[in-house]
């Protein structure tokens, strides 16, 4: 059975940090893309990041290069979201997402983030 389960989200001041985990069960973590994406009420879910499988390259969303930076540990199934200086427009609901080569795509349930003083 196919599990992404993301933690991590909470309640964060305006320039804070957060790190949002996604720890994956069921499939051969290593050889999907893992990306990152969010939605905010009102608005289209929207691609942050993403993790080429092996891990040999990244991608960012322009509105949070330089601030959110991610990663993946494959030998313990879980792709990472490093959030620094959040601003109050980063506040959505983070979902961890998976895809294979071959057309195979996972979803998590999603996790709050709120930045608000």
């Known amino acids: 059975q196919v599990q992404l389960v993301e933690s991590g989200g909470g309640l964060v001041q305006p320039g804070g940090s957060l790190r949002l985990s996604c720890a994956a069960s069921?499939?051969?973590?290593?050889?999907?893309?893992m990306s990152w994406y969010r939605q905010a009420p009102g608005k289209e879910r929207e691609l942050v990041a993403t993790?080429?499988?092996?891990?040999?390259?990244?991608n960012y969303a322009d509105s949070v290069k330089g601030r959110f930076t991610i990663s993946r540990d494959n030998a313990k199934n879980t792709v990472y979201l490093q959030m620094n200086s959040l601003k109050p427009d980063d506040t959505a609901v983070y979902y961890c997402?998976?895809?294979?080569?071959?057309?195979?795509?996972?979803w998590g349930q999603g996790t709050q983030v709120t930045v608000s003083s």
């Open positions: 993790n080429t499988a092996r891990g040999v390259g990244t």
């Open positions: 069921g499939f051969t973590f290593s050889s999907y893309v």
């Open positions: 997402h998976a895809r294979s080569a071959w057309g195979s795509t996972y």
